[in-house]
């Protein structure tokens, strides 16, 4: 299963990468993160861990395998037999504004059965994650 969100911001990329890529504030301005917490020091990098806890999950550990300072980040979590895989993306949008791109991957053998079991969810959450991201930083544009 893959769930992309495409959102376009109106507001500074700085504030919209701040507002993504600093994790342990999710819960600030996104209900689908109940507890986020760092678990290295300094900022977001490679093999940079979080802790996040999401309402009716389980907490889970992210590794940041890829980031782009100022543009992107992708981390996954997972276990024996499944992977979950978010990006997040910012790019150059029309008129000043930011295009956010919100993308959720899952896979291995037990992707199908995690899919039909909580494919709705996921696309809730990241759905909710985008709108609130949006809604976050067009109020706090300043």
Do not use: N
């Not at 992210?62 to 992107?72: A, L, P, Q």
């Not at 992977?83 to 919100?102: K, P, Y």
């Amino acid at each position: 299963m893959r769930h992309e969100v495409v959102t376009a911001v109106r507001a500074p990329a700085g504030r919209v990468w701040e507002t993504i890529s600093t994790v342990e504030r999710w819960p600030d301005w996104t209900p689908t993160v109940t507890r986020a917490r760092r678990l290295d020091d300094g900022p977001l990098r490679t093999g940079a861990r979080t802790e996040l806890t999401q309402p009716r999950q389980p907490a889970r550990v992210w590794v940041v395998t890829e980031i782009r300072d100022g543009g992107s980040f992708t981390w996954t979590t997972g276990g024996r037999g499944l992977r979950f895989t978010a990006g997040h993306e910012l790019r150059d949008g029309a008129g000043g504004e930011v295009t956010v791109v919100l993308t959720f991957e899952v896979s291995g053998p037990l992707a199908p059965l995690a899919t039909l079991l909580a494919g709705r969810t996921i696309r809730d959450y990241v759905d909710t994650e985008a709108r609130s991201l949006k809604a976050w930083c067009e109020a706090h544009a300043g």
